[in-house]
């Protein structure tokens, strides 16, 4: 899912201008959506929980997060945000890019610690609780970031720079004090990621093993094998668990019909796809498509409010 796609996925309230690359997205699952699948971006990005509670997977480590908590996502990191059972959850998605602090190549902070960062090499924590050595520190970086972005004071994009410098201050100082190595099967994620970009990119197609054995070079068993080992379950689930989602976002914002969304989500079988959303969803398409409609006008009425 790139960057694009994944912004509009979200009940969007932008802080900034395209000259300052720095947003902010206010989120709640499973009102907006049920889910945001597996994917990866080249923007930093921060989660922060507002409400509630949820689950998070960062390079395949998945947590379950609550109010207050902090997930940081360097970029490229594959992640996920998901509903915990019953549970609903609220939270803040922030995503800035490097730009923003840095001034090119060239730049002192750029060369020695965002690029090392970026890359792997030098290890950053993703989950932060009040466990945390510094999370007072962290959590409040960011919510003098919010105070400022709600307000926008005369230069209020300076003092904005200088909490994201803190922040990665914390990050850098906390990680080498204490030298702790958290490397990542880079080739595992890198073969993940080629999977899932093909799923993102042609899931209404016809998409078989073979063409995925193909496409990661390994023999059909293998790649059942593998696939199962580090996602926890069989492609086959993954794909149609993608494909509803997808059918479950195109319920939400268009009006085509069901026997529509059912085929540009890549089930040629109404039947098959009506069987599989009840099984995800607890009830008919058309129903989920009347509920979630009417929660979402209730929703509005009572903001009027």
Known sequence: MNLN??????????????????????????LDFSLVPLHWHAEFELIVIKKGRGLVSVDLNRQPVSAG?????????????EQDGSHSMEYENIIFKKELLTSGDDDL?????????????????????????????VSDCFRQIDLLCATKPEGYQLAVKSFLFRFFFLLVSHQRQ?????TSPSKTLEKLKTILKYVEEHYPEPVTIEDMASLTYYSKSHFMKFFKMHMG????????????????R????????????????????????NRMF??????????????????????????VL
Request: net charge neutral; charged share 25%.
């Open 250 to 273: 195109m319920l939400r914002s268009s009006d085509d019909s069901v026997l529509e969304i059912a085929g540009k989500s890549g089930f040629d079988n109404l039947s098959y796809f």
């Open 69 to 81: 908590d902090l997930v940081f996502i360097r970029p490229g990191q594959l992640h996920s945000i």
């Open 278 to 303: 009840k099984r995800k969803y607890g009830c008919s398409p058309g129903k989920w498509r009347t509920a979630r409609r009417t929660v979402s006008q209730n929703t509005q009425q009572i903001s």
């Open 178 to 182: 204490n030298k702790e190595e958290t």
């Open 233 to 248: 379950r069989s492609f086959i689930e993954y794909l149609n668990d993608y494909r509803l989602t997808m059918a479950e």
């Open 109 to 137: 902070c750029a060369r020695q610690f965002f690029d090392p960062l970026m890359a792997g090499k030098i290890p950053s924590v993703s989950f932060f609780t009040p466990a945390a050595v510094c999370y007072e520190e």
């Open 5 to 30: 796609e994944y912004q509009n996925y979200h009940e969007t309230k932008s802080h900034t201008v395209s000259e300052f690359p720095y947003n902010t997205y206010l989120c709640s699952i499973p």
